[in-house]
């Protein structure tokens, strides 16, 4: 595992947070970096804090990943917001109190949270661990820019400290440092789970399409997981990373060639771009009965040629993030094979700094907020 710090650590400072230090389980304010309003540059502020309920933990935010998702909140490209907007749903720390009646979690514990806290929990989905896709009543209560249960607003990760109810959050093992652990909550499962769906493993060929903050965690889970595994990208500029992470190829897209030398040769076709592609000259790189799985959110609906799926017998899918089973199932699998994020750690102070080299590409391959710094 990688960790490139592009803030000078010993120039950290931690800075007192204004929860109420009495009474840990008492309701309070804590420090966040917050949008105020749509588009609004994120500054330090405080948000309340809701009281520990008796099923609830309270953690101290060590690390937070900044997902390019938190930047179209931002900007309500989705939709609109709620404000002031606290993003972040990559988050590690660590457990500091507990409610009344927690039993899976103590002080001290490694924790992780990703995309949701609450869901119905009665659904057939929920009941299977398939909590991402929610279907009761209320549906997914995200970590962020959200409603609870209890009608308040959700506040995410780029906070000192955070109150989740005790089943949604995960383990982080041991062997996983946090800062690069805390990607993993939202890139790494996105990948993990379909790669696992879909099989990817000894015998199989499988291409990832992009390698950025989603791409390069495709990468290494598809590499640990036995699979032979080439990354198809706009240029050869990442090659050399790539190879390094474990693609035993690297092809450009933009050379017409890749489709014609690549064509059949895949099972499995990962693609984790939010770009417009021309999504049948990629069903051609798939072997009969191989699958295409859409991870990326264009902005215009996409179209395929029929022929691109009955020749073949192709599929084309989508999936999203994954359930909690499956998430701690990763981040096992992660702490076994030695698996983090590539991260660039920064301070909360360079937030805005680094939204602006995500739009322009410009990470290798994900930031991550040093809490202590808020």
């Known amino acids: 595992m990688t960790n490139t710090t592009l803030t000078d650590i010993a120039d950290i400072t931690d800075t007192t947070d204004t929860t109420d230090t009495a009474d840990s389980t008492a309701a309070g304010r804590i420090a966040v970096y917050a949008a105020a309003t749509p588009g609004a540059p994120l500054e330090r502020t405080t948000v309340p804090r809701r009281a520990l309920g008796p099923h609830d933990v309270l953690i101290d935010v060590k690390y937070a990943g900044i997902c390019h998702s938190d930047i179209h909140q931002v900007g309500e490209d989705w939709g609109p917001g709620i ?63 959200s409603v609870g249960r209890d009608g308040t607003p959700t506040y995410g990760g780029y906070a000192r400290q955070l109150v989740v109810d005790e089943g949604y959050a995960l383990r982080i093992p041991d062997a996983l440092p946090l800062d690069v652990a805390a990607p993993l909550l939202c890139a790494g499962i996105t990948l993990y789970s379909p790669l696992t769906h879909w099989g990817a493993g000894p015998g199989r060929k499988v291409a990832v399409v992009g390698l950025g903050g989603l791409g390069h965690l495709g990468v290494k889970i598809a590499r640990a997981k036995g699979a032979e595994v080439t990354v198809l990208s706009q240029s050869l500029s990442k090659r050399e990373d790539g190879l390094r992470l474990g693609a035993h190829d690297y092809r450009a897209t933009s050379d017409p060639a890749t489709f014609t030398e690549l064509a059949g040769r895949f099972d499995l076709v990962v693609n984790t771009v939010s770009a417009d592609l021309d999504l049948s000259a990629y069903l051609g790189l798939l072997r009969t009965d191989g699958t295409m799985v859409q991870l990326g959110a264009p902005e215009k609906p996409v179209t395929v040629g029929a022929h691109s799926l009955l020749n073949g017998r192709k599929s084309i899918a989508g999936s999203m993030i994954g359930g909690l089973p499956e ?17 660039e750690l920064i301070s909360a102070d360079r937030i805005n700094e680094a939204y602006a080299r995500v739009l322009k590409s410009d990470v290798r391959y994900r930031f991550v907020i040093d809490a202590a710094t808020i």
């Open 327 to 343: 998430t701690q199932e990763m981040l096992d699998f992660c702490a076994e094979h030695g698996i983090g994020a590539e991260i």
């Open 83 to 145: 404000f002031p907007m606290v993003p972040g749903h990559e988050i590690a720390g660590v457990v500091a109190a507990v409610g009344s009646e927690v039993s899976r979690w103590s002080a001290g514990d490694r924790v992780g949270v990703g995309c949701f806290v609450d869901t119905c929990r009665t659904c057939d989905n929920c009941r299977a661990g398939l909590q991402q896709y929610c279907t009761g009543e209320g549906g997914v209560v995200f970590t962020y820019n």
